[in-house]
């Protein structure tokens, strides 16, 4: 099994989701993924990554929960294609979240949008593992939501800055 890093690379430039390349397509009114199915991507340096939702046909999105563990950094992931979108939920621990070189310091409870098209790394210098939720839309449908970053990504961040 390939490391999550090259299979991130790998389904990003195909522009498609890591799910996608793990699952073939289902496509039925309900898809039940019990646990000990779901496919789950591990690295030797001490975090994961469970992919929660099927690969539907026609629909570029990913749900996945990742646990990181102390002291772990799981590195810097590609851009995806113009009008991606990321979601990110916090479930425990503290995450430091870099976006475009942007430093984030998330926490137990803690959400964040950001557009897709950037490269991300995740890191948790701390001593507690860190779990959270990601949601990611890698949709053909690019510019439909009027989600061109660029046009703002300056302002956002002379605006948020660190945190």
Not at 131 to 154: E, K
Request: one cysteine or more.
């Amino acid at each position: 099994m390939p490391s999550v890093l090259v299979l991130d690379r790998i389904a990003t430039a195909l522009d498609t989701s890591i799910a996608r390349l793990l699952d073939e397509e289902q496509a039925a009114p309900v898809i039940l993924m019990r646990r000990n199915k779901q496919h789950v991507a591990r690295e030797a340096s001490g975090w994961e990554r469970r992919i929660l939702s099927p690969a539907l046909p026609g629909i570029e999105f990913e749900f996945m929960r990742t646990t990181i563990g102390p002291r772990v950094d799981a590195g810097a992931f590609s851009p995806h294609a113009p009008g991606s979108r990321e979601y990110l939920a916090m479930e425990s621990g503290t995450l430091l979240l870099m976006i475009d070189s942007v430093e984030y310091k998330l926490s137990a409870g803690d959400s964040i949008y950001y557009a897709g098209d950037c490269v991300d790394a995740f890191k948790n210098p701390w001593n507690k593992p860190c779990i959270y939720y990601l949601a990611m839309d890698v949709s053909p449908n690019r510019h439909a939501f009027g989600l061109d970053r660029r046009a703002h990504s300056s302002k956002e961040k002379r605006t948020h800055g660190r945190h």
